[in-house]
Structure formats: C-alpha cells, structure tokens
T-cell receptor, first 113, second 111 residues
Framework: KQEVTQIPAALSVPEGENLVLNCSFT??????LQWFRQDPGKGLTSLLL?????REQTSGRLNASLDKSSGRSTLYIAASQPGDSATYLC????????????FGKGITLSVRP | DVKVTQSSRYLVKRTGEKVFLECVQD?????MFWYRQDPGLGLRLIYF???????EKGDIPEGYSVSREKKERFSLILESASTNQTSMYLC??????????FGSGTRLTIV
C-alpha cells in the first residue's frame, strides 16, 4: 500500500527566504507525482505535475524534483512571499491504482512579512 | 484550462435529509472523484468513476452513493445525512494517468 509522508506539518519562514518542502513515498512504482496548493477553505490548485520519466518541472518561482528510486520529491520555492502562505500537498499515482492518487497530509506554510 | 465546478460553496442541511452534491467538468475527462477532507485526516476517497454509469468504492463509501448519468457530471448523494458527515467535500477529474483538477469545494454542515 502506498503511503505518502510530508514532514514537518507546519513551517514558518521570513519573507524572501528560499525554501524546500519535502515529500516521501513508499512505493516507487508510480505514474506521476503532483504538487498542489490549498488556501484555507478552498479547493486544491495544481502547481506542478511530474511524470515518472521526468526528473523535475518548473513554473515561475517553483521547481519540483522527483527521485523515484529513493521515493522522494521536493518542492523548491524561491524568494518566498507572504502570498505563498498556504498548505502544500503532494500526491502520487501508483501504477495499477486505476488513476487514483494517494495524498500526503500537507505542509502548512506561513511566510512572515 | 479544465474547469471543475461544484454547485455550492457552503451548504447547511438537517440530520436525516437526503443531500445531493453536484460536480461538473468541462473537458471530457473520463475519471471523476469525490473526496472528503477533515482536519488531521487529510483527503479520503469516497467514490470514483472511470466512465459513464461506472463507479467504484473508495476508502470510505459508507453512508454515500454516487451517480454518473452523463460524462461531465458526477453527483455525490448522502442517503440520510448525519452530523459525522459534516466536512469539506472536494470533487476532481482527470484524463487517463495525467494530473487531477479539483473543484473549489463544498463546505457541508449537518445540523
């Protein structure tokens, strides 16, 4: 059974800092890994999708990497801003899982002005 | 961009009522999903559907049913609402093994 872990559960950083959010998963047989952002009381917004054949994806100040063999992904946020404050979730789609995602519980990020 | 629309942002219903949550997507995705999200428990899959009239139970299907009569619409039904079904409900859709798109969520309160 696939398990996805995100540690720590919460993180507080000063504005302008570069930061890394970690995600680990137990089964390396995956189709893809997806990072989401969730603002309080809202739905999930997709940030980056990495297919299993890829090593990283970039969008603006965000860069996500994937190391399947070690079961790890990182989301790098450059020059953090207060508007980046949200909960960040990673999710993996395991092969043979009928397109179902397994989610981590998320990291709640607070960027202090 | 794919759009997933959930019919209500906030909903208050009474115990014992039959409750319908509607979800519509506009990009011809074959897969649709219903999750509930609770503090400390994360997202839990209730039901999913991989084609019209096809459905499969997720991790917590008890007390719920679903309907998918048309490809674009996936409805979640609470047969007899109970207070422990108070939660945030999230709908998502996807194509094959590509990424998910989520709706904005429905905050359901059962009183």
């Amino acid at each position: 059974k696939q398990e996805v872990t995100q540690i720590p559960a919460a993180l507080s950083v000063p504005e302008g800092e570069n930061l890394v959010l970690n995600c680990s998963f137990t089964d390396s047989a995956i189709y893809n890994l997806q990072w989401f952002r969730q603002d309080p009381g809202k739905g999930l917004t997709s940030l980056l999708l990495i297919q299993s054949s890829q090593r990283e994806q970039t969008s603006g100040r965000l860069n996500a990497s994937l190391d399947k063999s070690s079961g790890r992904s990182t989301l790098y946020i450059a020059a953090s801003q207060p508007g980046d404050s949200a909960t960040y979730l990673c999710a993996v789609m395991r092969t043979g899982a009928n397109s179902k995602l397994t989610f981590g519980k998320g990291i709640t990020l607070s960027v202090r002005p | 961009d794919v759009k997933v629309t959930q019919s209500s942002r906030y909903l208050v219903k009474r115990t014992g009522e039959k409750v319908f949550l509607e979800c519509v997507q506009d990009m011809d995705h074959e897969n649709m999903f219903w999750y509930r999200q609770d503090p400390g428990l994360g997202l839990r899959l209730i039901y999913f559907s991989y084609d019209v009239k096809m459905k499969e139970k997720g991790d917590i299907p008890e007390g719920y049913s679903v309907s998918r009569e048309k490809k674009e619409r996936f409805s979640l039904i609470l047969e007899s609402a109970s207070t422990n079904q108070t939660s945030m409900y999230l709908c998502a859709s996807s194509y094959a093994y590509y990424g998910y798109t989520f709706g904005s969520g429905t905050r359901l309160t059962i009183v």
